[in-house]
Every structure is written in C-alpha cells, then in structure tokens.
C-alpha cells in the first residue's frame, strides 16, 4: 500500500468510496467540487486499487482544514485510514500551517478516536451541522501544543 497525490484519473474511484462512506443514494456533489478544486489530496493506492482517501484544504495562510477522508469498507481497521491522515497533516504542516480544523458528526467515534490519537481536540459542538439535522464536533489540531 501506498500513500500518493491524488490525480483525476482516480476521480471515479475516490468518488465510489465517497459514495460507499457517506452518500449510499446521491452523487456527491460536494467531492465533485473538491476533487477539482481541493488543495492537497492523497490516496491510499494497493497495486493501482484505490481504497482510501484524504481531502484537505487551505482556509488561509496559517489554518488548513480535513475536508473528508474515507477508506474502503472492507480495509478499514488496517491503519490506512491514520496513514492518510497523518500524510494530510504532514503535508499542511510543510506549507507553514499552525492549526488544522475539521467538522465530525457527534454519532461517529471511530472517526473521532482516530482525530484525538492524532492530537485533535473537539473545541465546539456546532448544532444541526449535517443536512439530517445531526450536530457536529469542530475538531482542532494545533501545532504548539504537541
Ligand atoms: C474513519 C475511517 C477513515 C478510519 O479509517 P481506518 O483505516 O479504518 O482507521 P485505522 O485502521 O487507520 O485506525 C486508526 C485509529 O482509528 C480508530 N479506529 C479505527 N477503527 C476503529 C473501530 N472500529 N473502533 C474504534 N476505534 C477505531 C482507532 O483510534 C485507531 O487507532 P488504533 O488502531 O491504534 O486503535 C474509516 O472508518 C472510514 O472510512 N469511515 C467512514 C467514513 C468516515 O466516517 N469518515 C470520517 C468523516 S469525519
């Protein structure tokens, strides 16, 4: 398995693990948009099988943002997911970041207790985030405090 920089022609791919995590009925428009125009992107890449992503992106000079991440269900628990993110982090570090911020559902502990191993810390609630209504955590990591 490797980590590399996304290009479009793993476009089809990272939007069927979209779809698969977050989106079983709809297209996402959202990745559509980010796939396009997203900062720094990585995949997870097994012999040109793409079974994970990361999308990030720069809020501005000195905040950059995890905008989603996802693996492929059946690799999930294998360490792939913190491999992305931890390439992701590395990345918006190297472009001078001092905080990293991120949105997750309240309901979504696996994805949580991987962001607080990494040295996130929920620093808000932010109500009726998700279109069903869901609250969200704001999640933040900041360089200085590690
Ligand atoms: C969140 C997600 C990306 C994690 O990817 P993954 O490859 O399965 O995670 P890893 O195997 O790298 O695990 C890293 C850490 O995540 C946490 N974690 C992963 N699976 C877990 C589980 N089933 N139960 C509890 N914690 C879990 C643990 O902290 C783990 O570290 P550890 O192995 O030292 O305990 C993956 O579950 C996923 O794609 N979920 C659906 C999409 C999603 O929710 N994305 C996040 C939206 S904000």
Redesign the pocket.
Known sequence: MIIREYSMSDFKEVLEIDRE??NPRNPSFDMYVYLTYGSDIFVADIGRRIV?YVVTMDLDPLRGKIV????KKE?????????LMRRAIERLREKGKKEIA????VS????Q??YE?LGFKIVETIPNYYSDGEDAYYMVLRFNEQ
């Open positions: 995590a977050f994970g989603s991440i996802a693996v690799f999930r628990g294998s360490g792939i997911g913190e491999y991120l949105e997750v559902r979504n502990t696996i994805a207790r991987l191993k």
